[in-house]
């Protein structure tokens, strides 16, 4: 039974769907929750280190109290759990451990460690179940929730992945207080993101400054979010495509920077200063909105400008991107805050140019 305090968001996929809480203190209740899903069984814990140093006992303790058998499964923080080198260790330690094809999984961190352990739920045993228990803003607003799993290679992000829906995802806002202030000010980016393609309102609110409660701001993300993958869960059409305004360039400007210069919501803010420009020449956005996001992101202490910007390697890493069709580079566009679109309208040197003006 949910406590009246919990917010709830259902994402509906048919046997495939799942709810999302939100709520503080829902770390401690994670067993409990869980088990409404999954049936109690030997589980790998994914996390890295700086989490498990706050959060791991509480969430061993809790799944324990509710009859699973909790394993730790340490990756390395940040982007580097993105990557071949950590995921046959991690699949190992499974191994090892004793898990089968009635186990689970339990990702406890941020994005990166999110999109690792749903990988690693997918790939072991041909797949188990798992849950999500994001301890960032990032990952609470968007990389939790939809499915998507996926490691990097040296050529580009996301490059190798499946679809693995969680069965629930766990938001415990409160575990916020533990995350450093670049961190929160990248998440930042996502919610702009939000507001841009899908929600105005959503979009002045953050633009003004820094909210002092994250919960209905984290439920509106999951919503808009939960509403898109529900009408093109595997990227088919254009609805999913949407959430990737800014992440064309952003991506390039991540992997360039060697994942690790910048954070993903800073080169998101990037992508997005990039997508702002195009959408101004190409889908009749005013000036004054595409000011107006420039502001916005700014005023969250995000980089609208990289001096030390490599062009050619940005433009490179972009050609190998997944949305490069038939060697057309598909952007998503807005023509005015709070509605995106899919595009294919800018043509190379549009581009080129707006990866340019990045610079200055």
């Known amino acids: 039974m949910l406590h009246h305090s919990v917010q709830r968001v259902d994402v509906e996929l048919g046997p495939r769907s799942y709810p999302i809480l939100i709520a503080d203190g829902l770390l401690r209740q994670a067993g409990r929750l869980a088990a409404e899903k999954i049936v109690p069984c030997q589980a790998a814990v994914v996390t890295s280190q700086p989490i ?18 909790p394993h730790p499964v340490l990756v390395p923080d940040g982007e580097a759990a993105k990557s071949f080198a950590a995921l046959e260790p991690a699949l190992s330690d ?3 451990a004793g898990l089968d094809r009635r186990s689970a999984v339990f990702a406890l961190g941020g994005g990166a460690v999110g999109d690792a352990a749903g990988l690693l ?29 996926a490691v990097n290679l040296p050529q580009g992000k996301n490059l190798v992945g499946a679809f693995h829906q969680p069965a629930l995802v766990i938001i415990d806002p409160s575990t916020l207080a533990t995350l450093d202030d670049r961190e929160l000010r990248a998440s930042v980016a996502e919610i702009i993101k939000y507001g841009i393609i899908s929600d105005a309102a959503l979009f002045d609110q953050v633009a003004t400054g820094r909210p002092s409660e994250w919960a209905a701001i984290i439920r509106r993300c999951c919503e808009i979010k939960a509403r898109v ?3 093109d869960e595997f990227e088919r059409k254009d609805i999913r495509a949407l959430l990737n305004f800014g992440h064309t360039i952003g991506h390039a400007v991540e992997a360039a920077g060697g994942y690790g210069g910048w954070l ?18 190409h889908a009749n956005l005013s000036a004054d909105e595409e000011s107006r996001i420039l502001a916005a ?27 490069f069709r038939a060697g057309r580079m598909r952007f998503v566009l807005s023509d005015h805050i709070g509605h995106a679109f899919v595009s294919e309208n800018p043509q190379e040197q549009d581009v080129r140019d707006a990866i340019a003006a990045l610079r200055h």
């Open 52 to 69: 498990a140093r706050h959060y791991l006992d509480p969430l061993v303790a809790s799944l324990r109290d509710a009859g699973f058998d």
């Open 297 to 323: 992101i700014a005023r969250h202490g995000l980089p609208v400008r990289w001096p030390e910007l490599d062009e050619a390697k940005v433009w490179e890493i972009m050609r190998r991107d997944k949305k």
């Open 264 to 281: 993903h919501g800073e080169a998101v803010a990037l992508g997005m200063v990039a997508a702002a420009r195009l959408s101004q020449r």
């Open 121 to 149: 739920a997918a790939l072991f045993m041909r797949g188990v179940p798992y849950a999500q228990i994001p301890t960032t803003l990032l990952a609470m607003v968007d990389s939790s929730v939809g499915g998507k799993t």
């Open 94 to 96: 499974m191994a090892r």
């Open 229 to 231: 993958v529900e009408q």
